[in-house]
Structure formats: C-alpha cells, structure tokens
C-alpha cells in the first residue's frame, strides 16, 4: 500500500531563518506531488506542484522554491522565512495516470511551522 | 482557472438532524469533484468524491450529487453525529492549467450540538 511521510511534524523557526520541509512517498511511482499552505482557521493554498523529477511548477508568488530530486521526494526551501511563512504545511499525492486510481489525492500528515 | 465557492462557511445542527454543504464550480470541462473532512490539527482526508458522469453517489450517512448543468454540487450528511464536527471541503478538477490540480473552497466549520 501507498504511504505519504512529512517532517518534521512541527517547526519552530527565526525570521531570516532557511527552511528545508520534506515529503516521501511510498508504494508508487512517478507520482504527481503537491505542497499545500493552510494559514491557522484558512483554506488550503495550493503553492507548488511537481508532475516529475526536476518539473516544479509555482502557483503563487513569495519567497519559496520547491525541487523534485528524486521521483518519490518533494523538498520545500526557503533562504530566508518571514512571519507570514507560518503556517500548516501539507504534502498530497496523486497516482500516475492509468492506475484506476489516478483521480484521487491523498494528504500527508503535515509540518506546522511557526515563524518567530 | 477553476474556481470553487463554498456555502455555508460554518454550520451547526442538532445531532441527528441533517447537514448540506453547497459549493458551485466555474470551468465547465471540470470533471472530478472530491469532499474532504478535517479534524482539528489534522490533514485533511478523502470522505467522498464523484465523477462527471454521475449525478448522485452514496455511503452509508453521507450522499453527494451533481448538477453539471448548473455546476454545482453538494455534500449531504445524515443523522449527524458529533464526530461529524470538522471542516469539509470541497474541491473540483478542471482540465486547464495542467498538473492535475484540485481548486479547493474555503472550507465549511461544521459543528453538531448534543
């Protein structure tokens, strides 16, 4: 069976600190990767995706990267954090196309990082 | 882009009573509409999802169905218990932009009183 690991599970950080988030998946391959922000009592901000090693696509502006160094990893960076960087980090997962499961995405546990 | 509202924002029943959640979706070719339920502190987890070609789909106290014409659809959950209280989303896929992407709404608080 898929399984999807984060961490770490939380994260407290300085401001100007770097960030370095990882998410894993497991049981599958070539899966389509995404990182979600969710700020406290919000909704969840899609802020990249990842359709395959070294593909990153950026849906909004600020001051994060995303990388895909391996099929199965998804790295979220940042050189410098910034207050409004805190929040609840969510990695989800989509099976590769053909699966018979391919529509379905699935969410990882989450890192909460708070900026200081 | 696909663009999903979410009504209501937040909603308290009676337990046993029952609870519906609205949302309307903007790209017409979307063809994937899942619902979500968080827990406090938790990620969110697939309750229910339907596909374009279904107009109602059902399990056990929760039923969703689809209006494609007027592109929405709609989350419905009977005899509300109180580990009903979370957040759902709902969500819906176009088939532009790429990537596969979910367009989330913003999300409706549940709360069933005892």
């Known amino acids: 069976s898929q399984t999807i690991h984060q961490w770490p599970a939380t994260l407290v950080q300085p401001v100007g600190s770097p960030l370095s988030l990882e998410c894993t998946v497991e049981?599958?391959?070539?899966?389509?990767l995404y990182w979600y922000r969710q700020a406290a009592g919000r909704g969840l901000q899609l802020l990249f995706y990842s359709v395959g090693i070294g593909q990153i696509s950026s849906e909004v502006p600020q001051n994060l990267s995303a990388s895909r160094p391996q099929d199965r990893q998804f790295i979220l960076s940042s050189k410098k954090l910034l207050l409004s960087d805190s929040g609840f980090y969510l990695c989800?997962?989509?099976?590769?196309w053909g699966t018979g499961a391919d529509n379905e995405q699935f969410f990882g546990p989450g890192t909460r990082l708070t900026v200081l | 882009g696909e663009n999903v509202e979410q009504h209501p924002s937040t909603l308290s029943v009676q337990e046993g009573d029952s609870a519906v959640i609205k949302c309307t979706y903007s790209?017409?070719?979307?063809?994937?509409f899942p619902w979500y339920k968080q827990e406090l502190g938790k990620r969110p987890q697939l309750i229910i999802d339907?596909?374009?070609?279904?107009g109602e789909k059902k399990d056990q106290r929760i039923a969703v169905t689809l209006n494609k014409t007027a592109k929405h659809f709609s989350l419905h959950i009977t005899e509300t218990q109180p580990e009903d209280s979370a957040v759902y989303f709902c969500?819906?896929?176009?088939?532009?932009?790429?990537?596969?992407?979910?367009?989330f709404g913003t999300g409706t608080q549940l709360k069933v009183e005892l």
């Open positions: 049981g599958t391959s070539n899966p389509n």
């Open positions: 339907i596909r374009s070609n279904v």
């Open positions: 969500a819906a896929r176009g088939l532009t932009g790429g990537g596969n992407k979910l367009t």
């Open positions: 790209d017409s070719a979307s063809n994937y």
């Open positions: 989800a997962w989509i099976p590769p």
